[in-house]
């Protein structure tokens, strides 16, 4: 059973702190989720799961729009974002959508 991405951070304490993706798909159309996974993997990880093992931190969101507002990459500097779309319709296809 593969579970999408929302359906995982809806239910993120069900999975183990090392659960891998089953599988892997590019992104068709851009929507809030794919924002938000456009923005952890600029960072340098899979999705907000990874982030979560890797750095064990809150994440910083927008609160208008539930945007990823600051990321920590793994050499520990940060990536900060706007509160507006910043993965345009060139980079869409770009983003993985992984499937646990």
């Known amino acids: 059973m593969c579970l999408s991405y929302t359906e995982i951070m809806s239910c993120s304490v069900l999975l183990d702190d090392n659960a891998k993706p089953k599988s892997t ?3 068709k159309q851009w929507t ?6 456009y923005r952890f993997q600029q960072a ?3 999705d907000e799961l990874e982030y979560r ?3 064990q931190a809150q ?3 927008w609160p208008d729009t539930g ?4 990321l920590q990459r793994r050499d520990n500097t ?7 779309r910043e993965c345009e319709d060139r980079e869409v296809h770009k983003v993985k959508v992984y499937a646990y």
Request: net charge positive; hydrophobic share 30%; aromatic share 20%.
């Open 67 to 70: 945007f990823v507002k600051k």
């Open 53 to 55: 093992q890797v750095k």
């Open 25 to 27: 798909s590019r992104a």
């Open 32 to 37: 809030g989720e794919i924002e938000n996974l």
């Open 44 to 46: 340098g990880y899979r």
């Open 59 to 61: 994440i910083d969101r």
């Open 78 to 84: 940060f990536y900060y974002y706007n509160r507006k």
